[in-house]
């Protein structure tokens, strides 16, 4: 599936950890015309959100002040990011959390560990289908 | 697939981010033994260490170190319950904390010398396992502040708690997120930090609204601290102005020790019970409210087409039936809500407890609540009011031992709290004491005039800034006056008050309150110079008139004068408010309010915009004041009704609209 | 039968209630305006916590087209708070300072008054000596039994 050509996809990488927003980064760039917003906290997360469009955005769960679930159900609150496709990453061990993230609403779950193809083929098939 | 993206390049983030996890995480855990020895609770800094261990746990994950998953796993389970306890993480669980955490340490420098990780012990493993954090209810999660209550995680209300009782300054600042705010590098992250140094940060909170001048990206932050900074330094560092930092006000009782009442009864276990969130119960009660308005309208409707000749006998018993059943549903979800009134007022025994004497001034307290249930809602803001009376009972009205003996009453004093359901959908909560009893004269010679009822009485101590003593006592004086307490019962309630004393004998103040109440997110606006109030949900947009070039077309002779705005390269109808409701008045409308009817815009013109607020809306019941497009009304403050108005029922009448000649 | 009324003036005439209709009395200072209703509802007013919709019998009486806001109040005027089966309201009077002791016995059917008496808001007609005539108001009836929307 290719992703539109001639249009930079925008998308917002969320996860209070540096390591894992440079590593999802890396994952992600051989998407091709893409670039990456990064946001350390939910709050930032929202922040960004609010002040700029996004085609896709990459959230952890496990975060201070505003947890990934609220963050969702801000997200899906709003009704200009109602179809945003939102990937949730997060750490094993949070089985009854897959339910309660895709009934937050959103659009798909990968646990981590992840392989960095796992992820790459992942956020393709959000963004084809978006 | 082109080249693979290799994780192991990041070894060096890795590493120097997990040093930086176990560093924090060690402080945190030692921050927590010197709490323990204190006896006092650090449920924050619980939160902190479980993302800590959290974030440690997926890292590993990502590179593939096993031996730490392991570790932080089984230590982030211990600090998940230690979280669900109120934060409450005891000797045994900071000792085995801190061995894991140095474990995790010395693995990670395993990896940064390239050796072999070492395997995670299974007796640590075990002994994590099995580490019992006690007490795992934690102590009744105490009553904060309006506004924030529902909002917060237990180990927050804690912590509002804690500051609420030792008397600390708290604020709500608010933060608007703006194109202008970022491009100067100011952004929720370096609020947040900034907010943080000038004293202790409870929670921030994300709200979304209409977009507005106020709230360009139609987002606030709303922060709550605990701080003794100036109203100035706390709005600079918000970058907001110092008329929005509020103050929060609230009552609670400081966990101050973890024990519970021995001479409680215990709840009858053996009713099967779902916890709720409150924030759920709100969520339907909202859509039952649409459910309501929309129904009123569709009566209308059908009322119409009654009157147009239309055989509506079908259509109306289909909508009386709906009615009932809406009825129904209401009645089921306000059920939900219900609290019972013994869990509301356990608190009092504490505060009676702890402002007792012995050997000086001695109180008894009586409760004979029954099953008495009421709405979480009416519950909430009724509390801090209970609390007052009762404290000013206990400083007050109850006398020290030696004076009781000398006038022959028993040595300690009662208090009696008493709570019957009244007639209609109320209940009636009675405070008894048989203390000194209100000196009607000397309250007349010191307010000037004669007081001839207890209403008058009443109206006299419930007067802002009158005090029954020179200097504020200890617990009592606190600027949470009488006046304070009529206001929440009569106006915010909609109850009443009422007083009985006999000097030497004691005194009662009886509150009426209502079983349930509907609690609304409104804005409010003047039009016309008269106040209105609106709910946030129906409103898309509010926007600047004067920003636009208004075109007035010509008008049909008598009917509603409308202008047209171009928005977004659309079209716009600006609806003059103010001529709607036939409100005579000069002033110019500056701002306009959005909904959407069927799918169409359509835009009110208004004066100004005042507020934002959560009111309690009451239905208007009478024949003679029930009107299209007005759904209720509540009290802002000043005491006079203001009107919440149904602005697409409104726009439903402008076709209809004729000028009104004078007769 | 005797009973206890409230008198009180609208207008320059004097009318009674019955006591028992009545459940306070309350000094006046402004209402609620409430857009659509009836010209002779001055607005909404709130009574120890509760929502009044208070009637101007001025207007309901025919003396002035409709409640104004901007008329001028004066410092006697009163609200009348009235209670009829489940419905609670208000009467906008001129003055109300009397309570009295009427015998009911005495009240006789209202003569021919232009105006007032046609729209049936007075249901009997007393005198007190000398020459005090006092006119007894039917409240469900004035409280709107024919109620007109805008």
Known sequence: MQIRAGVTQRLLIVDDSKVMRDMVAACLRPLGDVSFDFAASGLEAIERLALANYQLVVLDLNMPDVGGIEVIEFIRQQSKLSKLPILVVTTRGDETSRTRVLEAGASGFLPKPFAPDQILADVRGLLASA | ?663 | MTGLHVAFKVGGAEYVVSADQVLHLESFTEATHIPGAPAFVAGLVQVRGKLVPVVDLRSRFGITPGWSATREHQLDNRVIVVSVGSRVAGLLVDSARDVLRLDESTFQPPPDLVGVQAAGFVKAVTTIPPSRLLLVVDVPRVIGEEVAHA
């Open chain 2, 1 to 663: 697939m082109g080249d693979q993206v290799d994780l192991k390049e990041f070894v060096g983030g890795f590493i120097a981010e997990s040093d930086q996890l176990t560093a924090s995480a060690t402080a945190g855990l030692l921050e927590i033994e010197q709490a323990n020895a204190r006896n006092e609770l650090r449920p924050k800094t619980v939160r902190d260490l479980f993302r800590a261990l959290h974030t440690l746990k997926g890292l590993a994950g990502m590179m593939g170190i096993e031996p730490i998953v392991e570790l932080a796993h089984a230590f982030e389970t211990v600090l998940r319950s230690a979280d669900q306890a109120g934060g409450r993480l005891g000797a045994r669980g900071v000792e085995l904390g801190l061995i894991t955490v140095r474990g995790i340490a010395e693995r990670v420098r395993a990896v940064a010398d390239d050796r072999p990780v070492p395997r995670a012990p299974d007796g640590l493993l075990d002994e994590l396992a099995r580490v019992d954090i006690t007490g795992t209810s934690a102590a009744p999660a105490p009553y904060v502040a309006h506004g924030w209550d529902g909002r917060l995680a237990p180990g927050e209300r804690t912590q509002l708690a804690a500051a609420l009782a030792a008397n600390k300054k708290i604020y709500t600042l608010t933060f608007a997120p703006s194109d202008a705010t970022s491009s100067k590098g100011v952004t929720i992250a370096t609020v947040r930090s900034a907010v943080a140094a000038l004293g202790e940060l409870i929670k921030v909170a994300p709200r979304s609204q209409p977009a507005s001048a106020d709230a360009p990206a139609g987002l606030l932050f709303e922060l709550l601290v605990v701080s003794d900074a100036s109203v100035e330094q706390l709005a600079e560092a918000a970058s907001s102005t110092p008329g929005r930092v509020m103050p929060v006000v609230g009552e609670a009782v400081a966990p101050a020790s973890l024990e519970l009442p021995a001479d409680d009864e215990i709840a009858p276990i053996g009713r099967s019970v779902v916890r709720v969130d409150l924030g759920r119960l709100d969520e339907l009660q909202d859509a039952l409210s649409a459910l309501v308005v929309s129904r009123f309208r569709l009566e209308r409707q059908v009322a119409a087409l009654a009157a147009a000749g239309v055989d509506v006998r079908g259509l109306r018993e289909t909508c009386e039936q709906q009615g009932r059943q809406l009825r129904e549903l209401r009645r089921g979800i306000l059920r939900a809500r219900m609290v019972r009134v013994a869990d509301v007022l356990e608190p009092l025994s504490l505060i009676v407890r702890s402002l007792t004497k012995p050997g000086v001034k001695e109180v008894r307290l009586e409760l004979d609540v029954r099953d008495s249930e009421l709405d979480k809602a009416v519950a909430d803001r009724l509390l801090p009011a209970l609390v007052h009376l009762v404290r000013n009972a206990i400083d007050h009205a109850i006398e020290p031992i030696v004076d009781r003996e000398k006038a022959g009453k028993p040595r300690a004093g009662t208090l009696r709290i008493e709570c019957r359901e009244g007639a209609g959908n109320e209940l009636e909560i009675a405070i008894r004491d048989d203390g000194r009893g209100i000196d009607r004269d000397a309250i007349g010679r010191r307010a000037g005039k004669p007081i001839l009822d207890t209403a008058t009485l009443l109206d006299v101590i419930a007067t802002p800034g009158f005090s029954t003593r020179d200097s504020a006592t200890e617990t009592s004086g606190r600027g949470f006056g009488m006046d304070i307490v009529r206001r929440i019962v009569v106006s915010d309630l909609g109850g009443e008050l009422a007083l009985d004393t006999a000097v030497g004998r004691g005194t009662t103040f009886t509150l009426t309150v209502p079983l349930t109440i509907a609690i609304i997110d409104v804005f409010s606006f003047e039009c016309a110079q008269q106040a209105f109030v609106v709910p946030v949900a129906t409103v898309e947009e509010i926007f600047e008139l004067g920003d636009h070039n208004a075109v007035t077309g010509p008008s049909a002779k008598g009917r509603l004068p409308i202008a047209l705005i171009e928005r977004r390269g659309k079209p716009v109808q600006i609806i003059p408010l103010g001529t709607l409701l036939r409100i005579p008045c000069e002033v110019t409308a500056k701002k306009a309010l959005v909904v959407r009817r069927n799918g169409e815009a359509l835009a009110f013109a208004v004066d100004r915009m005042l507020g934002r607020h959560e009111v309690v809306v009451r239905p208007i019941d009478d024949v003679l004041a029930r009107v299209p497009g007005v759904a209720g009304a509540t009290d802002l403050g000043d005491g006079r009704p203001t009107l919440l108005l149904d602005l697409v029922e409104l726009g439903a009448g402008v076709s209809n609209w004729r000028e009104v000649q004078p007769s």
